[in-house]
């Protein structure tokens, strides 16, 4: 099966997202790939979706934050962006208030997971703001960490406007928050594609499920049932996670039951809610330093 690349586009207002996203569709489009763009604004009228040419795909997400207020919404723009136009990849333009780990979690439906290879998150940060940033409100400044902490390649944006001591101060400092990720110094937006495709050639896994493993910081896996599992056993490996698997959700069947439940799982809590019709039993899973083959041994372990 075709697996559409992922790419989530993340930072504070104001950083140079949507610059970034113009080079990346136009490197893109001189690769001969197929792209699609679902742009997300607070507000009720779109500015940047001005930017993206008429050839290429978009999906707007207006009036809300795509990691919590309209997520139904999301999912079925992405999964027409899907079936309609099949696109190579999908490049995500979050809201400058999104949260790297809701925004994951929104756009990894359980219905459509397993078509989506998801490649990284790349965050934009604005120097000078970052620079600035205790001037901000505590809840601005942990939104602003969390972008920096959870981001795959972050960009380091308007350095022109910086001294030689002020990059050294910030490229430091945002590197003791992720040392994982790649820090860019540019202005403009202007990244290489080569250093966005160094996203998208992560060690995969052997196993035959169906499953994404990157060596991300934050990563995701995808889990597919071949059967119903027993629920006391079930319950069971959930409390043998790691706090570091942040999100569950998919369908999942159990021995006494004719349909599947919804399953949901957040900060430790499941929840189940049953369906009345035979949905695709796909378990969503995200996390942070996971061995996904050790948890993909213990699901199968399940099914035995």
């Not at 050639?201 to 119903?228: C, I, P, R």
């Not at 999942?252 to 430790?268: I, N």
């Amino acid at each position: 099966m075709k697996q559409t690349e992922i790419y989530i586009l993340s930072g504070f207002l104001g950083s140079g997202k949507t610059t970034l996203l113009k080079k990346l569709l136009q490197a893109e489009k001189e690769r001969g790939r197929k792209v699609a763009v679902l742009m997300n604004e607070l507000g009720k009228v779109s500015i940047d979706s001005d930017e993206v040419t008429d050839d290429v795909p978009l999906k707007e997400l207006l009036g809300g934050c795509i990691c919590c207020t309209i997520q139904d919404k999301l999912e079925a723009q992405l999964q027409e962006l899907l079936i309609t136009h099949q696109p190579d990849c999908i490049y995500i333009e979050t809201t400058g208030a999104a949260h790297p780990v809701e925004t994951l979690d929104a756009v990894l439906s359980p219905l459509f997971a397993t078509q989506l290879d998801v490649k990284g998150i790349l965050t934009v940060v604005d120097g000078r703001l970052w620079l600035e940033r205790r001037t901000f409100s505590p809840q601005i400044q942990q939104l602003i960490t969390e972008q920096i902490r959870h981001a795959d390649l972050i960009v380091i944006n308007k350095s022109d406007e910086l001294s030689e001591g002020e990059k050294v101060l910030i490229t430091t400092g945002i590197q003791s928050l992720n040392e994982k990720a790649n820090v860019i110094l540019t202005t403009y937006s202007s990244v290489s594609m080569k250093q966005i495709q160094s996203l998208a050639y992560q060690k995969k896994s052997h196993l035959t499920k169906s499953h994404v493993e990157n060596d991300l910081k934050l990563s995701t896996f995808v889990y597919s049932f071949s059967k119903a599992v027993d629920m006391d056993e079930f319950e069971s490996f959930l409390q043998a996670l790691p706090d570091t698997i942040y999100r569950i959700k998919g369908y999942v069947k159990f021995s006494a039951t004719s349909y599947p439940y919804l399953f949901q799982f957040s900060y430790g809590m499941p929840i189940y809610i049953k369906e009345e019709m035979n949905m695709p039993l796909n378990l969503v899973f995200i996390g942070e330093n996971i061995l996904w083959d050790e948890i993909s041994r213990k699901l199968q372990e399940l099914e035995k």
